[in-house]
């Protein structure tokens, strides 16, 4: 009785059920053998790439690749691990600090971010290393305003020989005329 016991495992866990490898080469072969019948009934036929060079072969390899390939293709922003994100701000500082408006905007903009590079130095979870250089606040009050008054000379007016008419004075002189 125990043989027919033993016979109807045996049979449940086939029917049905996951299929049951005894080797690796058994598993090997029934997945190039799944390959090799989806290939013959062209489903890997006309797929997006087919035939073209992969992108950024040449490149060097980069652990993070998926996760950065995955932020570019989706445009994702804010999603980006402290590291990543502090590289990108240090490369846009400049343009940042020129829309602030005044100098303690400025120095509270450099605080914070001098406040980040270090918060991001000490963390323990590992990842990518903080390579973002710390900034000098007085360094960037004195380059802001070097930006700020490089964009604001006045030009050689060319019209200050003659004085401008307002549009009103020549109506009003020809309508009392």
Known sequence: MT?????????????GGPPQWNTD????????TALELARRRGEFDNLPGAGKPLKDIEKPRDPDWWIKQKIETE???????PVFQ??????????????????KQV????DDFNKRVREARRQLHGGPPVVTPTRDAD????????????RTVPETDTTQSAPRRRWWHGRRG???V
């Open 3 to 15: 043989d027919t016991h033993n016979d109807d495992d045996r049979g449940s866990a086939s029917v």
């Open 25 to 32: 080469e058994e598993r090997w072969a029934a997945v190039e």
């Open 75 to 81: 445009q994702l922003t804010g999603m980006a691990p």
């Open 86 to 103: 502090l590289r990108k701000e240090h490369q846009q500082f400049d343009e940042t600090v020129d829309a602030l408006n005044s100098e």
């Open 107 to 110: 120095r509270d903009y450099v």
């Open 139 to 150: 360094a960037e009050v004195v380059a802001w305003h070097q930006r700020r008054d490089a």
């Open 174 to 176: 020809r309508q009392e």
